[in-house]
């Protein structure tokens, strides 16, 4: 069983700054990319950020230059650093990733999602 679990949201005043985790653990072969995403109420879930096995990043354009991924040496936890928060970031953010496991199913895992609200 694979799992995707993240934490690190809040509550945070514009301008200010948060940092995301989500760590994938369980029967894991390999994983193909590492992503965060998001959903505003009302609103469609969207890519913000990913980071793929390579290690080449892209980004949402209303993240760029102010949300920076990454992921550990052992590229099984990634991070979002996100900077100068605007309430226009206010949503659930989720982790995604494809992964295989050790009887080759690759499958798209996600998280069970993180709030991020930024507020005066």
């Known amino acids: 069983q694979v799992r995707l679990v993240e934490s690190g949201g809040g509550l945070v005043q514009p301008g200010g700054s948060l940092r995301l985790s989500c760590a994938a653990s369980?029967?894991?072969?390999?994983?193909?990319?590492m992503g965060w995403y998001r959903q505003a109420p009302g609103k469609e879930r969207e890519l913000v950020a990913r980071?793929?096995?390579?290690?080449?990043?892209n980004y949402a354009d209303s993240v760029k230059g102010r949300f920076t991924i990454s992921r550990d040496n052992a590229k099984t936890t990634v991070y979002l650093q996100m900077n100068s928060l605007k309430p226009e970031d206010t949503a659930v953010y989720y982790c995604?990733?494809?992964?295989?496991?050790?009887?080759?199913?690759?499958?798209?895992?996600w998280g069970q999602g993180t709030q991020v609200t930024v507020s005066s």
């Open positions: 369980g029967s894991i072969s390999s994983i193909n990319g």
């Open positions: 995604n990733s494809r992964i295989t496991n050790y009887v080759s199913y690759t499958n798209d895992y």
């Open positions: 980071i793929s096995s390579g290690g080449s990043t």
